[in-house]
């Protein structure tokens, strides 16, 4: 009975999903003329490369024009560790090791992924380095990064993680990115203004767009140290014994 | 409805993602397994993220990046604003899942079991 | 360095990330920082509000960008009354919570900062300009309060948690699809400019996207039929996450809530449907209320149905009522502060929390007893304490806008009201026999807030001048939406 009850309502939500969107065509150009500035689309489509100096719109738009929601991204991640961190708290008893659930993996296993993990760790850095030029960023670098270490936390059941290393990472990441932000207020400026070089430098060079490729890479190595502190900690629950 | 070629590809495109939210709520609402309930929740997230992106789409442009081939010719690119947002809310996405798993697994040792209609509080 | 409202967000952020290093050296200091951060909030809010009461509202823009391009905070009579309210109730909770745990306890490290960043994110809630940067705030809240609530191992707090996670991924899903909808309808994501670009959205796709943000926000605001993850929330999360939820986090949706409708929307018959949704949650909660055993559930429902009275008095929406239903705010945010703060002290050393078990508590916590007992006769509105004026004010401008149907049902329901909190305190003094149960003793910094607390809901009500000032400017400014788009859009 209250399966069908539930169908009902989801039917009755889709009807009224499609209704609203049908007034949407795909495809179509929402943005207007990119020179009459009538949505902020067309104003960062049009502003981004003379004014940042960076030439992928959308890393322009999540850390600077949008930076403070990417901040605030950033500390969810933060959040759900710490949460994690106090949701899943246990006592250990005195000089009790951490222990992992899964299996000990073979060694062909063992050794491919010590191959793979250090050109998966460039791939992430390549990707967050150069998230002001191609696709990618700081978050999709990190994410990278710790499948790096997920590789390697499914194939030793006893790999350990420097927990002081990830907790530093974690932490001055943070500060850089909310210092450059204050360093913005400090000289004058709005908080997270991108001034804290005297040039934007050319677009399309390594070095260009002022703090957001900066930004960016403090972004990356949060994101990486934070993801792989999650998986540590869902990987290290002991099981029920019984 | 469906009488031109842009109206099915309309409906075929938000058709999936809208497609994606329902099944994804379908399993939230009737399943009784904990990990089914957040597998729920995750494909309800690819749903709306699905949406956001087909929403951005512009017929005939680029990705809106001015790498050097293109800087010079300036061409149609799609809406860059619904790809920043997406960013956000699949990081959030992760992150909510992540406590919702840490939750379950507390759920699991604490009594035992995953299964909803065997957790007595969880009943409503 | 100026202080402007970003210093809200900013500054409670560099700490949280810089804690954990500071743990390092000293443990105490994870929860001295927290403190430091909302002393100096408090500080923020002071310097703000005399300044907007002076010379007007304060914009920021947000990365050197220009609304509409970038995010902006809008600090104005509203928003800056309720973030002050937030900071300083968040203030007076941390020094509440102060020897909650001991500091070698891992997660007690963790608590402080979770508590600290909820209470920034509500702040952050109330003082953007953007309707998708309050989406990022709302999920800052949602994540921390989700851990906060599961915070105990002993009780149910996991599941708890568990059906608040589920209800506010729904909240998120619907506001992240109304964002979405209203992008593509106006191609902008600043609120005042949306406010300006509303009219050229056809009605019906309006009232689909109000619809979705309605469904989402009213989950925080905890509106019927969207509340139920409140009584359970409430009962199972630590004493002062509770006291946490309804003075600082509840307001923060009821703050976007009402933001959405009078600045966003302008659909015929929202007031209406606000007057109506306020009854229901209203008379349901204080029903349920009547009928609970436990004691911090019965909280948690009477401040449901305060919510909902709330939300008539902005559904009523002349100035007038507007201004009852912020004072109904504040007078919430410090009663029930008081009354959660006080009551998880009377059923601390209860597992099961029952009412029952306060028998003849006046005599053994006399001074919390009293403070209780203080509480519960401000919340019903009796003179002379600060709830008394709210309710009368509300009623006048109901009575001004000849509700009468309305009058009698809220005098019908604060009767209701008044039944359930005397049964408590009549519990409290005049209880059949003595309860078994040994009661904890509160600590001092504990007890100086809650005497803090009294002596501001005695002050207000003897003397309601301190406040209506302040009130009475975020009434006006929350009915002119002229001005709020002229502020942020200076050039429109």
């Known amino acids: 009975m209250k399966k069908y009850l539930a169908i009902f309502l989801l039917l009755i939500v889709g009807f009224y999903l499609i209704q609203a969107f049908n007034l949407v065509p795909f495809g179509a150009n929402r943005v207007g003329n990119i020179d009459d500035e009538s949505t902020v689309g067309a104003y960062y489509l049009k502003n981004t490369v003379p004014k940042t100096s960076v030439a992928n719109v959308v890393t322009a738009i999540v850390v600077n024009y949008r930076g403070f929601d990417t901040l605030g991204e950033v500390t969810v991640?933060?959040?759900?560790?710490?949460?994690?961190?106090?949701?899943?708290?246990?006592?250990?008893?005195?000089?009790?090791?951490?222990?992992?659930?899964?299996?000990?993996?073979?060694?062909?296993?063992?050794?491919?992924?010590?191959?793979?993990?250090?050109?998966?760790?460039?791939?992430?850095?390549?990707?967050?380095?150069?998230?002001?030029?191609?696709?990618?960023?700081?978050?999709?670098?990190?994410?990278?990064?710790?499948?790096?270490?997920?590789?390697?936390?499914?194939?030793?059941?006893?790999?350990?993680?420097?927990?002081?290393?990830?907790?530093?990472?974690?932490?001055?990441?943070?500060?850089?990115?909310?210092?450059?932000?204050?360093?913005?207020?400090?000289?004058?400026?709005?908080?997270?203004?991108?001034?804290?070089?005297?040039?934007?430098?050319?677009?399309?060079?390594?070095?260009?767009?002022?703090?957001?490729?900066?930004?960016?890479?403090?972004?990356?190595?949060?994101?990486?140290?934070?993801?792989?502190?999650?998986?540590?900690?869902l990987l290290s629950i002991k099981p029920n014994k019984n | 409805m469906f009488g031109d070629y842009q109206n099915v590809v309309t409906m075929s495109v938000y058709g999936s993602s809208i497609a994606l939210i329902l099944i994804g709520l379908y399993g939230v609402l009737i399943k009784k397994h904990l990990m089914k309930i957040v597998i729920g929740l995750s494909v309800v997230d690819s749903g709306v993220n699905l949406m956001f992106v087909a929403v951005g789409y512009i017929k005939g442009g680029t990705a809106p990046i001015f790498s050097p081939s293109v800087i010079d010719s300036k061409p149609l690119m799609v809406d860059p604003v619904p790809q920043a947002l997406v960013l956000t809310a699949i990081v959030i996405g992760f992150a909510v899942t992540a406590v919702a798993l840490s939750l379950v697994i507390r759920l699991f040792k604490h009594h035992n079991t995953a299964r909803i209609d065997q957790i007595k509080s969880l009943k409503w | 360095m100026v202080i402007s409202p970003v210093h809200y967000i900013a500054v409670p952020l560099l700490a949280a990330f810089t804690i954990p290093l500071f743990a390092k050296i000293h443990k105490e200091l994870t929860r001295i920082i927290p403190g430091i951060v909302l002393i100096y909030l408090t500080y923020v809010s002071y310097v703000l509000m005399s300044k907007v009461m002076t010379t007007g509202p304060i914009v920021e823009i947000i990365a050197g960008w220009k609304a509409p391009w970038g995010i902006n905070l809008v600090y104005n009579g509203f928003s800056g009354f309720i973030a002050s309210l937030m900071s300083i109730m968040g203030l007076l909770i941390w020094i509440y919570s102060y020897k909650f745990k001991k500091v070698d306890d891992e997660p007690a490290l963790k608590f402080y900062i979770l508590f600290l960043m909820m209470v920034a994110g509500s702040i952050g809630i109330t003082i953007t300009g953007d309707v998708f940067n309050m989406f990022v705030f709302l999920e800052i809240v949602g994540i921390t309060s989700y851990s906060l609530t599961a915070f105990y191992r002993g009780r149910d707090g996991a599941e708890a948690a568990f059906k608040y996670l589920l209800i506010g991924s729904f909240a998120s899903v619907f506001l992240l699809l109304g964002i979405l909808?209203?992008?593509?309808?106006?191609?902008?994501?600043?609120?005042?400019?949306?406010?300006?670009?509303?009219?050229?959205?056809?009605?019906?796709?309006?009232?689909?996207?109000?619809?979705?943000?309605?469904?989402?926000?009213?989950?925080?605001?905890?509106?019927?039929?969207?509340?139920?993850?409140?009584?359970?929330?409430?009962?199972?999360?630590?004493?002062?996450?509770?006291?946490?939820?309804?003075?600082?986090?509840?307001?923060?949706?009821?703050?976007?809530?009402?933001?959405?409708?009078?600045?966003?929307?302008?659909?015929?018959?929202?007031l209406q449907f606000l007057i109506v949704m306020g009854l229901i949650t209203m008379i349901i909660a204080e029903v349920s209320a009547i009928r609970q055993t436990n004691l911090k559930r019965m909280l948690a429902y009477s401040s449901i149905g305060q919510m909902g009275v709330v939300l008539i008095g902005f559904g009523i929406g002349t100035t007038e009522a507007i201004f009852a239903a912020i004072f109904l705010m504040f007078n919430h945010a410090i009663i029930k502060g008081l009354l959660f703060l006080s009551g998880s002290f009377l059923v601390y050393n209860d597992d099961k929390k029952q009412i029952a078990s306060l028998s003849r508590f006046g005599k053994k916590l006399p001074v919390v007893s009293f403070l209780f007992a203080l509480g519960a006769f401000a919340?019903?509105?009796?003179?002379?304490?600060?709830?008394?004026?709210?309710?009368?004010?509300?009623?006048?401008?109901?009575?001004?806008?000849n509700l009468i149907f309305l009058i009698a049902i809220i005098l019908m329901v604060s009767v209701v009201e008044v039944i359930y909190y005397l049964r408590v305190v009549g519990k409290l003094y005049f209880g059949k026999e003595e309860s078994k149960i040994e009661p904890k003793k509160p600590a001092f910094n504990s007890l100086i807030v809650m005497l803090i607390l009294g002596a501001i809901i005695i002050l207000v009500g003897v003397y309601p001048d301190v406040i209506t000032g302040f009130i009475h400017n975020a009434a006006d400014t929350l009915s002119d939406k002229a001005t709020y788009i002229s502020n942020v859009l200076p050039s429109l």
């Open chain 3, 379 to 401: 919340i019903v509105g009796f003179p002379p304490f600060a709830g008394f004026w709210s309710k009368l004010y509300l009623l006048l401008a109901a009575a001004d806008k």
């Open chain 1, 77 to 233: 991640l933060f959040l759900a560790t710490t949460g994690l961190g106090s949701i899943l708290f246990r006592k250990r008893k005195h000089g009790e090791e951490e222990e992992r659930v899964l299996k000990e993996s073979s060694q062909l296993v063992k050794i491919g992924s010590r191959l793979l993990f250090p050109f998966i760790a460039l791939l992430g850095i390549y990707v967050f380095i150069h998230g002001h030029l191609t696709p990618g960023g700081g978050f999709q670098g990190g994410a990278i990064i710790a499948t790096g270490f997920l590789l390697m936390l499914v194939a030793y059941k006893n790999y350990k993680l420097g927990h002081g290393a990830l907790t530093w990472i974690e932490s001055l990441a943070g500060i850089t990115f909310a210092g450059i932000g204050i360093w913005g207020l400090i000289t004058g400026g709005t908080f997270l203004e991108n001034n804290a070089f005297p040039g934007l430098g050319n677009v399309n060079d390594l070095i260009s767009g002022g703090v957001i490729p900066i930004i960016y890479i403090a972004v990356g190595f949060k994101v990486a140290a934070e993801l792989t502190g999650v998986l540590d900690i």
């Open chain 3, 181 to 270: 909808l209203l992008y593509t309808h106006v191609g902008t994501l600043n609120m005042a400019q949306i406010a300006e670009r509303m009219h050229t959205i056809p009605t019906s796709v309006k009232l689909s996207i109000f619809v979705m943000f309605a469904v989402a926000l009213g989950i925080e605001a905890e509106m019927f039929p969207l509340n139920g993850w409140a009584p359970d929330a409430y009962s199972q999360a630590p004493g002062p996450v509770g006291a946490a939820f309804s003075g600082i986090v509840v307001k923060a949706g009821v703050y976007a809530l009402i933001r959405i409708i009078f600045t966003l929307f302008d659909i015929e018959g929202s």
